[in-house]
């Protein structure tokens, strides 16, 4: 009996894709608090202020590198960040991929809870470590709409 040939996870994404996963040509380079211009520190702390971040995702600083674009991008979205359409979207986001993972994803290893608990406590407080799971939960949701309204700013032209 010859073992079953499972897909990938990057060809059943691109199954799924409107457009294929591109690949990067430039060389990839985050843009720290002590690496950018004022200007773009002030949209550093504004990023934080108005969407109630404790630090400036990865993302965000990816496209600090190009300053003078991600000033005028940041501003157009400032303007529509917190919004009610803005926070449904993100609100839709996050319900639909914790659905998903409740009722789709397998734990084929069979992982518990309790297991999985005491291995957190082996580091730290499990509070703390649910706390940082519950925050990027809720921030991701965000930051896949913001990046999506960037790439539509871009193309929507």
Known sequence: ??????????????????DPIPVIEVPFM??????????TRTVYEAIKSILQLPFVNSDYRAFARWPSYFAVAWQDLREKAGS??????????H?????????????????S???????????????????VCRLFQ????????NVAYFRHQLEAV
């Open 113 to 131: 809870s309790d297991a999985l608990r005491r291995a957190a406590e082996a580091d730290a407080s499990l509070d703390e470590v649910t706390q």
């Open 138 to 145: 809720w921030l991701l949701p965000g930051l896949i709409t």
């Open 84 to 93: 009610p359409a803005h926070e449904t979207i993100c609100l839709a986001c």
């Open 1 to 18: 009996m010859q073992p079953v040939k499972r897909e990938t996870i990057m060809s059943r994404i691109e199954r799924f894709r409107p």
């Open 30 to 39: 985050l843009m720290e608090l002590h690496h950018v211009d004022e200007p």
């Open 95 to 111: 319900d639909r991929v914790a659905n998903l993972v409740a009722m789709d994803l397998p734990n084929p290893s069979g992982l």
